[in-house]
């Protein structure tokens, strides 16, 4: 059920229920950080293993020190300037966090996420909000109510309705090591953003490794459609599939040539990054669910938030990739 009723869904809450929740990046999956049983809960709901931790999702930035401890002045810094927003970041936990929540690491993600709903949410709640993405594993993150409905609806007993997410993808993931800030997943706050603050930072985002890495859950697959989907210069591509019904994803201006086997999905006809993010998970999901029957989309300039879509658009096309190298077609 949707519905936009903050004190309803507190009341599932409290009774250990998951329930799908707003933010500006995308929609969560949320439980009582503290209740274990409804932790457990997201994971079976989710199909996601519980190698992959939580992210704990707070009212403020005071609240941080009664989860985690001994937390970086770097971090606080970014956690200022950026919080509430999409902003994660990695800090030691405290005894009050579970193994469940952390995947048995000895540190917490911790966000504050920028949407009035699900603020107000937890001002009125007894504690945090743990929530991954509302997804089934490795599909398309959401970015409305309607398709948290149509991937999990028959699996929660509620969704509170909070909108379109304006971000569109999930927050960036920062931590610290040896005193230097390390990112660990490219996301809604560009990285040109962050070392306006604290300077230099490291990029830790591996890409297209199935093993555990520093952030779990940064699979080489991942945000994958359920169609092929193709990674590369769009123009060389196209021809090779002519009587094939593709959706092309393109950012900027539209310089294709009128195909009647070509539907355009444009992320940006201005070209901005911005706008761009806040398409592309939409995009792919209106396109899986299309009679489109391949995926061909190009890279964005590597700046900004082009960096965040580039990286959901090489985990979602990953396969294809692989593929791609053996036909040394494109790439
Ligand atoms: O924007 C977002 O961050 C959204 C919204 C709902 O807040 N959440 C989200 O959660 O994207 P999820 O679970 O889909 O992705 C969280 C990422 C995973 O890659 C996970 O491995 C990493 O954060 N992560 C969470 N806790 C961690 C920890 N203790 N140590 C290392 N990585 C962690
Ligand atoms: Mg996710």
Redesign the pocket.
């Known amino acids: 059920m949707i519905g936009e009723d903050i004190y309803k869904t507190a009341e599932l809450l409290r009774r250990g229920e998951v329930v799908a929740?707003p933010?500006?990046?995308?929609?969560?999956?949320?439980a009582n950080t503290f209740d274990t049983n409804a932790v457990a809960k997201i994971f079976g709901i989710k199909n996601?293993p519980k190698f992959?931790?939580?992210?704990?999702?707070i009212k403020n930035i005071e609240y941080i020190h009664t989860i985690a401890q001994n937390i970086n002045e770097k971090l606080i810094k970014l956690m200022t300037h950026f919080s509430p927003g999409?902003l994660?970041v990695?800090v030691e936990?405290k005894e009050c966090i579970s193994n469940i929540?952390?995947?048995g690491?000895n540190?917490?993600?911790v966000?504050i996420?920028a949407h009035p709903l699900t603020l107000k949410l937890l001002n009125i709640l007894e504690f945090p909000l743990a929530?991954?993405?509302?997804?089934p594993f490795q599909y398309i993150?959401p970015t409305s109510s309607i398709q948290v409905a149509e991937q999990l609806g028959d699996k929660i007993p509620y969704i509170l309705e909070g909108g379109k997410c304006k971000?569109g993808?999930?927050?960036t993931?920062v931590?610290i090591e040896n005193d230097e800030i390390v990112v660990?997943?490219l996301?809604?706050i560009a990285i040109e953003e962050i070392e306006k603050y604290v300077g230099k930072v490291k990029l830790k985002t591996q890409l297209n490794k199935s093993e555990i890495v520093?952030?779990?859950?940064?699979l080489g697959k991942h945000y994958s459609p359920k169609k092929r989907m193709i990674i590369g210069d769009i123009q060389q591509i196209l021809p090779k599939f002519q009587n094939k019904k593709i959706a092309v994803i393109i950012f900027g201006k539209n310089i294709l040539p009128e195909q009647e086997n070509i539907e355009v999905y444009n992320l940006s006809n201005k070209a901005d990054d911005i706008e761009a993010a806040a398409h592309i998970f939409e995009y792919l999901y209106k396109i899986d669910a299309s009679d489109a029957e391949l995926i061909v989309a190009g890279l964005l300039p590597d700046i900004g938030l082009g960096r965040a879509i580039n990286d959901r658009l090489l985990r979602a096309a990953s396969d294809i990739h692989r593929d791609m190298d053996d036909e040394n077609e494109c790439f």
């Open positions: 929740i933010t500006e990046t995308v929609y969560g999956l949320a996601r992959n931790p939580l992210i704990v999702h999409p994660t990695l936990k929540i952390t995947a690491s540190k917490v993600a966000r996420p929530a991954p993405s509302a997804n993150s971000v993808i999930e927050s993931i931590g660990y997943r996301g809604g520093d952030t779990p859950g940064q």
